[in-house]
């Protein structure tokens, strides 16, 4: 135990931390349980917010954190299904409004011959906790307020200033629950892209 408190507290007195901000776009789709159920397409969203990390110097592993805001939009085509149809619903996008709280260990491979102050390719894996501010045609659907997700993804960083990054994240419960049939429940699924300037 005590070996192990030296290692962690030497580790965090070697380290550097830094906050940025981010701009970024996703493609999300949502899956329901019975896909026969309901048609869908995927949609485009944007993301915005800040960024935080904290490196540990000549480890390569670090930690980041982000308050993100963030849509996530797909299709859905109610008006192919009488159920719905005989409502008056049609082929609707359904978006939904999150505050995104991505946490993630990272990997930065940072011993590459001095090149790494110019390019600098990283990995990282994480959860992430989306909470919902709003979501669209709440009278056919409902959202729980949580949404856990697992968040993993690549990129590089540009001239120690400029980091690029491309992931993918899948809900673990559910993102959506149609009101008229009690067992027809979604989850999101996310493919992202996003570009982050450091301030330091």
């Given at each position: 135990m005590t070996v192990m408190l030296f290692l962690v507290t030497t580790a965090m007195a070697q380290s550097s931390s830094r906050w940025g901000v981010t701009l970024g776009a996703n493609i999300n789709s949502i899956h329901f349980k019975q896909s026969d159920i309901m048609p869908s397409k995927s949609c485009w969203g944007p993301q915005a917010g800040v960024m935080g990390e904290m490196n540990f110097s000549g480890l390569g592993f670090g930690v980041d954190g982000s308050l993100l805001y963030s849509m996530r939009q797909g299709k859905?085509?109610?008006?192919?299904?009488?159920?719905?149809?005989?409502?008056?619903?049609?082929?609707?996008t359904v978006a939904m409004h999150y505050l995104d709280v991505p946490l993630h260990l990272k990997f930065q491979f940072r011993r590459l011959g001095g090149m790494e102050t110019t390019f600098m390719p990283l990995a990282y894996v994480g959860p992430q906790f989306s909470f919902l501010v709003h979501g669209s045609h709440s009278n056919l659907n409902s959202y729980p307020f949580v949404n856990v997700y697992l968040d993993m993804g690549a990129g590089f960083e540009l001239f120690e200033?400029?980091?690029?990054?491309?992931?993918?994240?899948?809900?673990?419960?559910?993102s959506l629950h149609t009101k008229l049939l009690d067992d027809n429940v979604a989850k999101n699924r996310n493919w992202y892209f996003s570009l982050t300037y450091f301030l330091k």
């Open positions: 859905l085509n109610y008006g192919e299904r009488v159920a719905w149809s005989s409502l008056g619903a049609g082929n609707e200033r400029w980091q690029v990054r491309g992931g993918y994240k899948f809900s673990v419960g559910q």
